[in-house]
């Protein structure tokens, strides 16, 4: 099998490589990864090739699976003009070089899985969502939707595309939970607001579990002949009849702030007195304090029907079996 990865050396790219590689080596399966770079130099681990993306308008290479990942973190800086720019341009510039890759290519990819995020949903409180709910119409909800209706141009191509929709996914080695654990280490962390925001989390194994999963059952229907697995009531409305579906990557156990406060600190044994207020927290994040302050209770509905296995399904086992 052959993949493609852009942002292949990220946080989720580079998890998904070495447990993919891992999986296929132990049943003798072959496999061969690339990632889409713009630094034909940059560091990556032996047997995963690189292709540039000057490399990839003239490449004749064919791929089974494309992995569309890149994109600057949401979350990383205050969300300025210019940022709010820089965080489409980031996601549209590689999800275009691809659909260039892919209309131009003789043989077509099996599935195109792209990236996106649970803040498509907007903000909604404690409503429970799944991937047939609704949504609230703000930046974050805005900054996904053009990303994923950019990616479902590919069913244009008779490409089947799976839209995976994150949640804040938990490792200590990076992400939301790679920068608290110095603070709550020293005793200083603390719940957001009033704590009673839900928080929607995935663990990074059961991430790269669930998209080896989605890619795996998919790919094995086409080979039986049998109805793709993206046909349930998580299928997207398409100008086509090629199958494109979301999917929500987070863990089917959702908890408040306050309780991942409490279960961090406790889990680290570490007091957890200190609380930073809302209105700090929108003098201190303006705009992009609603990633902080307001909840989302997303639920994995499509991967609990059919069939996917949490292996850390509660956030306490996450951060022991993560050795956070």
Same mark, same amino acid.
Not at 50 to 67: A, H, N, P, R
Not at 173 to 199: A, E, I
Not at 297 to 312: D, S
């Given at each position: 099998m052959n993949i493609l990865i852009s942002g292949g050396s990220g946080f989720l790219g580079s998890a998904f490589s070495k447990e993919i590689r891992? #999986? =296929?080596?132990? &049943? $003798? /399966? @072959?496999? =061969?990864?690339t990632w889409l770079t713009r630094d034909s130099s940059q560091a990556h681990p032996d047997r995963i090739e690189l292709l540039t993306y000057d490399e990839l308008t003239t490449s004749d290479k064919t791929f089974d699976v494309i992995l569309n990942l890149a994109g600057a973190g949401i979350a990383d800086k205050r969300w300025s003009d210019a940022r709010k720019e820089q965080l489409l341009a980031s996601r549209i510039k590689p999800t275009n070089a691809l659909l260039a890759f892919i209309a131009r290519t003789t043989v077509k990819p099996k599935l195109l899985i792209s990236g996106s995020a649970i803040g498509w949903y907007g903000t909604q409180g404690d409503k429970p969502l799944t991937e047939s709910s609704g949504f609230e119409t703000d930046f974050?909800? !805005?900054?996904c939707d053009e990303w994923e209706q950019l990616a479902l141009k590919a069913t244009e191509y008779n490409v089947p595309v799976a839209i995976v929709r994150t949640g804040v996914v938990m490792h200590p080695d990076g992400g939301m939970l790679g920068k608290l654990l110095m603070p709550f280490k020293m005793g200083v962390g603390g719940q957001l607001g009033n704590g009673k925001q839900v928080m929607?989390?995935?663990? #990074?194994? *059961?991430w790269v579990g669930a998209a080896i999963f989605i890619m795996e059952q998919h790919l094995a229907n086409q080979t039986n002949n049998q109805q793709s697995m993206l046909? @349930? *009531?998580n299928m997207l /409305? &398409?100008? $086509?009849? &090629?199958p494109a579906a979301v999917y929500n990557l987070t863990a089917p156990n959702p908890v408040t702030n306050h309780t991942f406060t409490k279960t961090l600190g406790s889990h680290l044994h570490r007091p957890t007195f200190f609380t930073l207020p809302e209105a700090l927290? /929108?003098?201190?994040f @303006?705009?992009?304090? &609603?990633?902080?302050? *307001? @909840?989302? !209770?997303?639920l994995p509905q499509a991967l609990l029907n059919e069939g996917y296995e949490f292996k850390q399904p509660n956030l306490r086992q996450a951060l022991e079996e993560q050795k956070a």
């Amino acid at each position: 099998m052959n993949i493609l990865i852009s942002g292949g050396s990220g946080f989720l790219g580079s998890a998904f490589s070495k447990e993919i590689r891992q #999986r =296929y080596q132990s &049943t $003798n /399966k @072959g496999l =061969y990864i690339t990632w889409l770079t713009r630094d034909s130099s940059q560091a990556h681990p032996d047997r995963i090739e690189l292709l540039t993306y000057d490399e990839l308008t003239t490449s004749d290479k064919t791929f089974d699976v494309i992995l569309n990942l890149a994109g600057a973190g949401i979350a990383d800086k205050r969300w300025s003009d210019a940022r709010k720019e820089q965080l489409l341009a980031s996601r549209i510039k590689p999800t275009n070089a691809l659909l260039a890759f892919i209309a131009r290519t003789t043989v077509k990819p099996k599935l195109l899985i792209s990236g996106s995020a649970i803040g498509w949903y907007g903000t909604q409180g404690d409503k429970p969502l799944t991937e047939s709910s609704g949504f609230e119409t703000d930046f974050a909800h !805005k900054l996904c939707d053009e990303w994923e209706q950019l990616a479902l141009k590919a069913t244009e191509y008779n490409v089947p595309v799976a839209i995976v929709r994150t949640g804040v996914v938990m490792h200590p080695d990076g992400g939301m939970l790679g920068k608290l654990l110095m603070p709550f280490k020293m005793g200083v962390g603390g719940q957001l607001g009033n704590g009673k925001q839900v928080m929607s989390w995935i663990s #990074r194994e *059961d991430w790269v579990g669930a998209a080896i999963f989605i890619m795996e059952q998919h790919l094995a229907n086409q080979t039986n002949n049998q109805q793709s697995m993206l046909s @349930g *009531d998580n299928m997207l /409305k &398409t100008d $086509n009849a &090629t199958p494109a579906a979301v999917y929500n990557l987070t863990a089917p156990n959702p908890v408040t702030n306050h309780t991942f406060t409490k279960t961090l600190g406790s889990h680290l044994h570490r007091p957890t007195f200190f609380t930073l207020p809302e209105a700090l927290l /929108k003098l201190m994040f @303006g705009e992009m304090s &609603t990633l902080l302050i *307001d @909840g989302q !209770k997303v639920l994995p509905q499509a991967l609990l029907n059919e069939g996917y296995e949490f292996k850390q399904p509660n956030l306490r086992q996450a951060l022991e079996e993560q050795k956070a």
